[in-house]
């Protein structure tokens, strides 16, 4: 019984470490205890950092990330990019009263620095905060239970993607702290609303390819429950060119409304004569919300599952005009008045023609009156024909520095020979040219005239 009773004196000790073996091992290796066994002070809380590195700096910077990390798991909330600046600056954080209170390094043979640091924290200050956590996780549980129960009524009464848009709402405000339920983890939340898009179909019905019409309707692929999604946004994408004949890529949004489906126009006359135009559920502004919130990889997941729902219409728009050749020639005046030589506007409204798929024949005419034209035109060329014509002039000058600009005004007309009528008429346009030469600012202008004028024009020969 005495042997036993230095035993019974030594073991409180032995089980009050942390690691009987983990103490030992640091003793012989050289190590301080506290790089195993954190000591625990009442009243304040212990964190252990350690990097390893070629240079002793950054394998400093590494413990302090550590340090971080560690923290971070008991408030229960990443604070490392909030602090990290100030703990690699300072050593301290203010908000824990947290500071560097001892470190060791040792380098290996091979040159690699290996640096331990110790922190404390005040408990109190840290158990807070991890309280005040909590309570936003409460909070935030009792928000994303909300849009989920507002979710489930918009699906019940057919508007499926302002279901799928409270997902995506809660799943970014999910994305912005610790959630106290696995349901409502953004990934799950995310496979919901992917779940609802990959549901739906979109599809394109009575396409007239020529005036590109068609009906697009949202509609559920299952039909044990009524098909017809209502008020869906939906964007229809294609290609269209400005009034300079540059193409671009054009949208326009459209809503399902209360019948499940929209007539779809381009309402631009200067969308490209053939292509294809993409149906496609709108939801840009949940991914603008989203951005620098939600992991990246589940905002993919979502953009892939919407492109598998897309439909696409195939159009052709057809000359109004059938294959009745089309004759053009613009005069170019100067800015006294004089009759120039140049070509520049009439082969810019033939280029512009040309990309909308009009061919054109430029002509160069001797007479300045329609009445003369028409009669020049039947003699050369014969009966029949669509004719542009037209006139543009400089009408004001200057210089800017090194540069000279050119305002020129001007018109086309487009007449069928056949009949005598006005088909169209673009009325004055005005346009600006820049350029290091009187000549060259003369000439932009009167290209972007010829543009524009021209685009003008397209409506009239193709169908709407």
């Known amino acids: 019984m005495k042997r036993l009773l230095p035993l019974l004196l030594i073991l409180p000790l032995l089980f009050s470490c942390t690691s009987l073996g983990e103490l030992v091992r640091s003793q012989v290796e050289g190590m301080p205890a506290w790089v195993s066994s954190p000591p625990s002070r009442s009243g304040q809380v212990s964190f252990v950092g350690k990097g390893s590195a070629t240079v002793e700096y950054n394998a400093r910077l590494q413990a302090y990330e550590e340090i971080l990390a560690e923290l971070s798991v008991f408030l229960g909330e990443d604070v490392r990019a909030e602090y990290y600046r100030e703990l690699t600056n300072t050593e301290k954080i203010a908000d824990f009263s947290l500071q560097i209170i001892n470190e060791h390094q040792r380098t290996d043979t091979k040159g690699v620095t290996t640096v331990y640091l110790l922190a404390r924290a005040d408990q109190q200050l840290v158990t807070g905060r991890r309280s005040i956590i909590y309570q936003y996780a409460l909070e935030r549980q009792q928000q994303i239970s909300a849009l989920i129960t507002e979710a489930d009524r918009h699906y019940r009464e057919n508007r499926d993607t302002e279901a799928i848009a409270h997902y995506l709402q809660a799943a970014i405000l999910a994305s912005a702290g610790p959630v106290l339920e696995k349901k409502h983890e953004p990934s799950a939340l995310i496979d919901r609303a992917i779940s609802y898009v990959k549901a739906l179909q979109i599809s394109v019905r009575n396409a007239e390819s020529e005036t590109i019409q068609a009906t697009v309707q949202l509609r559920r692929k299952r039909r044990l429950i009524s098909s017809r999604v209502l008020e869906a946004p939906i964007k229809a994408y294609f290609t269209s060119a400005n009034s300079l004949g540059i193409r671009y890529a054009d949208s326009l949004l459209f809503n399902t409304a209360s019948a499940g489906s929209f007539l779809f126009l381009p309402y631009s006359q200067l969308i490209d004569s053939s292509g294809v135009i993409t149906f496609s559920l709108f939801f840009e502004p949940e991914f603008a919300d989203a951005e620098g919130v939600l992991d990246p990889a589940l905002i993919a997941q979502v953009r892939d599952a919407i492109a598998s729902v897309e439909a696409e219409f195939v159009y052709e728009r057809a000359p109004l005009f059938g294959s009745r050749t089309l004759l053009a020639e613009v005069h170019e005046?100067?800015?006294?008045?004089?009759?120039?030589?140049?070509?520049?506007?009439?082969?810019?409204?033939?280029?512009?023609?040309e990309g909308a798929k009009i061919?054109?024949?430029?002509?160069?005419?001797?007479?300045?009156?329609?009445?003369?034209?028409?009669?020049?035109?039947?003699?050369?060329?014969?009966?029949?024909?669509?004719?542009?014509?037209?006139?543009?002039?400089?009408?004001?000058?200057?210089?800017?520095?090194?540069?000279?600009?050119?305002?020129?005004?001007?018109?086309?007309?487009?007449?069928?020979t056949r009949t005598g009528e006005l088909l169209f008429s673009s009325?004055?346009?005005?346009?600006?040219?820049?350029?290091?030469?009187?000549?060259?600012?003369?000439?932009?202008?009167?290209?972007?005239?010829?543009?524009?004028?021209?685009?003008?024009?397209?409506?009239a020969l193709l169908s709407p």
């Open 333 to 353: 005046y100067a800015y006294d008045g004089s009759l120039l030589a140049g070509e520049v506007a009439v082969n810019s409204v033939a280029a512009t023609l």
């Open 427 to 459: 009325k004055d346009v005005e346009a600006v040219g820049s350029g290091l030469t009187a000549v060259a600012s003369r000439n932009e202008a009167f290209q972007r005239f010829g543009s524009v004028a021209a685009s003008l024009c397209i409506a």
């Open 359 to 416: 061919a054109v024949s430029v002509v160069e005419l001797s007479e300045e009156e329609w009445e003369d034209q028409a009669e020049e035109l039947e003699q050369r060329y014969g009966a029949g024909h669509l004719v542009i014509t037209g006139s543009v002039g400089v009408v004001a000058e200057d210089r800017a520095k090194d540069r000279y600009i050119s305002v020129a005004v001007g018109q086309i007309a487009l007449r069928d």
